[in-house]
């Protein structure tokens, strides 16, 4: 099935939803640019989730994707909350923080039935899932107005248990992706290997179109994920630096420095793994602390060290997301990154 069947976009182009850097303005960009944009959802309340679709669907008539997680909220632990606080204690003293008076965190929400009623007003053509898939009844709904659905493997045993459940479309994200894994059958991260490794094991295993995610960063990297079997390639970090991204400039400054050639996985920020730039936080705690939370309880203890600093022009304490090549992160405008991305690589219009 080629993209115009599947998808209804011209160009093999992904843009990957990226919570904390963007809103509805980069996806309409990229849809209105023949790609596919989307919109990051799992930290959106009701009334924020009807007021981006209303944006995006007076901006553009082309479609976009809607990404939400499934992970399983955890139950707090109070003990390794402490734990947690206790190693935080040295940089809540050094920034005047008072620990007995940090707010709880909204934090990212699985997708839900009152997700659903919200979308369902707007129809989404797409629905894309992080951590699985949600319940059969939430599938449902999505294919009752018509939307085709995605979900991120990081392995092969995740691409196929996707496709047993009816997905229409399998992102193979490898290690190199910057954000979170999407992982969801097995958490060790020593087990996940890179997207050109991973993309042939998946496009062989399945029988759905497969989407490369991870290190593509130009037209180049986009041609050779085609050129292994993908349909096409989705992109976070290279729409980093575009005006249309909300990306803070404390973000900005780190992706145009040298510090952006050392990613690493983290669970500091978040509680599950997630690639980044490295910063202060990482290389004193260690990328990946036993004592943070699950998934996504740490950020409460953490936001209150990454305001203070971020408020000192500091990005110590930020999440800074970025995938191993950001060779391909640019300040130009985004339906511009979109046209070049696809390029006139005669492999990729072929899959068109």
Same mark, same amino acid.
């Given at each position: 099935m080629n993209l115009k069947?599947?998808?209804?976009?011209?160009?093999?182009?992904?843009?990957?939803?990226m919570a904390g850097v963007q809103d509805h303005a980069l996806a309409v960009a990229v849809s209105n640019a023949g790609g596919l944009g989307s919109l990051p959802c799992a930290m959106l309340s009701s009334d924020a989730l009807q007021k981006e679709l209303s944006a995006i669907t007076r901006q553009t008539a082309m479609p976009y994707n809607v990404n939400f997680f499934c992970h399983v909220p955890p139950v707090p632990d109070p003990k390794?909350?402490?734990q947690w606080r206790q190693a935080l204690a040295p940089y809540y003293i050094e920034l005047g923080i008072d620990v007995d008076n940090i707010p709880e965190q909204a934090g990212r929400r699985p997708f839900?039935?009152?997700?659903?009623?919200v979308l369902e007003e707007f129809k989404p053509p797409v629905v894309s899932f992080h951590f699985g898939l949600p319940a059969a009844d939430l599938m449902a709904r999505i294919r009752g107005w018509g939307g085709k659905i995605m979900s991120t493997a990081t392995s092969v045993d995740e691409a196929l248990w996707l496709e047993a459940r009816g997905v229409d479309a399998i992102i193979a994200q490898g290690l190199e992706a910057g954000g979170h894994r999407g992982s969801f059958l097995?958490?060790?991260?020593?087990? @996940?290997?890179?997207t050109f490794a991973l993309l042939p094991l998946v496009v062989q295993a399945v029988k759905v179109p497969v989407i490369a995610a991870g290190g593509i960063a130009d037209s180049k990297g986009v041609a050779a994920a085609i050129g292994l079997g993908a349909t096409a390639a989705q992109l976070g970090t290279a729409y980093l630096l575009c005006p249309e991204a909300t990306t803070s400039s404390i973000h900005r400054a780190a992706l145009q420095s040298d510090a952006a050639r050392v990613t690493a996985l983290t669970n500091l920020f978040s509680g599950g793994p997630a690639r980044g730039i490295v910063n202060r936080l990482m290389r004193e705690l260690g990328p990946i602390n036993s004592a943070a939370?699950?998934?996504p309880l740490a950020t409460t203890a953490i936001a209150p060290l990454r305001a203070k600093a971020e408020s000192q022009d500091s990005g110590d304490f930020s999440p800074l997301w970025?995938? @191993?090549?950001?060779?391909?992160?640019?300040a130009v405008l985004a339906g511009q990154l979109t046209r070049d991305l696809a390029g006139a690589n005669a492999s990729i219009k072929a899959v068109i």
């Open positions: 069947e599947l998808l209804g976009i011209d160009l093999p182009i992904i843009q990957a939803p390794r909350e402490r839900s039935h009152e997700a659903a009623d097995v958490r060790d991260i020593s087990t @996940q290997v890179g939370p699950d998934f970025a995938g @191993q090549n950001v060779s391909g992160c640019k």
